[in-house]
């Protein structure tokens, strides 16, 4: 069952998103520069960058669609503005997320039991990949798990722009037509409980709809 995202709902996101960045610029973050780093010079900074599948077929399908197709073309470039290179790759198992990085390197990338596997997943980027950087492709409802898991405060997730339905299950996820978020996690300092987190939200490929 999907969730309501009205225009007043995509409006409030917009308003976040410009504070989000006006807060990034005045706090000498810039949100939208390359490779350069957030953390304070000295810091160890890991990079995790975690997506949503790109565009389907239709609702039950498990293939991409030529709009989800071009839009797995267009994640290297995205990448490339935020990390020199990725470490390690991880995609759930199903054809979509499997699709949504085919472009990226290296290759192949790590398969995980989706609903079973993100909170493992994040502890091994963290502990393998601490100083480097990963990406990880899950779902409209594993997204979350994955920020939360990797120790992002919950007052840096904004959960009604970005996450604004909910299951019945009271499980928060992304609007259904939503699939351009790139969620970029810095840990600066150690990958453990000391480490600072900072979370970023970028848009890649083609605006969907639901968040013009």
Known sequence: MEGQFDSHGREVRNIFRACAALFFVTAGVSPAVGADRVCAPGESETTVMVVRH??????????????????????PAAVRTIADKLDAVYHSDTKRTKQTVAHLDPKPPTEYARNNEEGKIAAEILENHCGGSALAAGHSTTTLLFLKA???????????????????????????????????????????????????????GTITPNSE
């Open 54 to 75: 790109a565009e389907k077929t239709c609702r039950s399908c498990d293939e991409l669609s030529e709009a989800g197709l071009a839009r797995a073309q267009a994640l």
């Open 150 to 204: 990797l120790g992002v405060p919950p007052g840096q997730i904004d959960l009604d722009s970005w996450f604004p339905t909910k299951l019945p299950s009271g499980v928060r996820e992304i609007y259904h037509e939503d699939y351009d978020n790139l969620f970029v996690v810095k840990v600066c300092g150690p990958c453990d409980q000391r480490g600072r987190r900072i979370l970023m939200h970028r848009n890649y």
